[in-house]
Structure formats: structure tokens, C-alpha cells
């Protein structure tokens, strides 16, 4: 993992991420609670422990991490300047979790061509 070069130096040090979001639909006492409890980082403790996330907030530590790979991600994050969502996040499901991820994937194997990759991926969204 590292950053990506800035188009600029002024830009500092920019960071690729994907990401989850917690929303609320209903405005009740229980809901309220929840969120509020989503916005310390001991809530995010049972998936840093387990592996396969990083946590959002800024006073998450090291030491909560079950992985260190992943401690070592989470202290890029903190230092990173400007945040950029994966491409594949805000495009439509089908597209970004299917046909963009298998036609990118069968680029990189090599088992088709770029303009194949583009084509299959453009007829793909709805």
C-alpha cells in the first residue's frame, strides 16, 4: 500500500480508499443510540480484530488491530492528506462489484485486450 504521486505537490500525500457508510432511515431513540455509538472507534473493535477493515476515526490507535499488515495501512490513512473513492465504489453494483472487477481481472491476466475490457464493461451499464 502507498500513496499515489500528486499531480501536484500541493496536493500532499493522496490515499486510494474504499469504504462503508452508516446511515439512518428512521429517527428513533434506538437508532440515535446506535449511531452515536458508531462515532467511537471501540465500535469498529470486533472488524479490526478480526481483520478486513480500518477504522474511520482519527483517534483509533495501532494496538487495536488484530493484523499488523493492516495497523501499517491505518497509519498511511491517518497521515494522508486527500482521500479519492475507489472508481469501482461509485459506479452501479453490477458494474463496479461485476463486469469492470472480471474484465479488469481478465486484462491484467492477460487473457484479453484492453479494448475488449472497455467494450464488455460499456455494454455492461444500465
Known sequence: FFYFPPVDPAYGKPFLVAGDMMVMFNDRPEVRAAMEYFTVPESALGWLEGGGALAAHQTATSDMYGV???????????EATSF?????????????????????????????????????IDASWP
Not at 493492516?70 to 490513512?77: K, N, R, S, T
Not at 465504489?89 to 481481472?105: C, K, N, R, T, Y
Open 68 to 78: 499488523e499488515l493492516e495497523a501499517g495501512i491505518a497509519e498511511l490513512v491517518s
Open 84 to 120: 479519492r473513492f475507489d472508481g469501482s465504489d461509485l459506479m452501479p453494483g453490477e458494474v463496479g462489484a461485476g463486469s469492470f472487477w472480471e474484465q479488469i481481472s481478465s486484462y491484467v491476466a492477460g487473457s484479453i485486450d484492453l479494448d475488449t475490457a472497455m467494450q464488455e
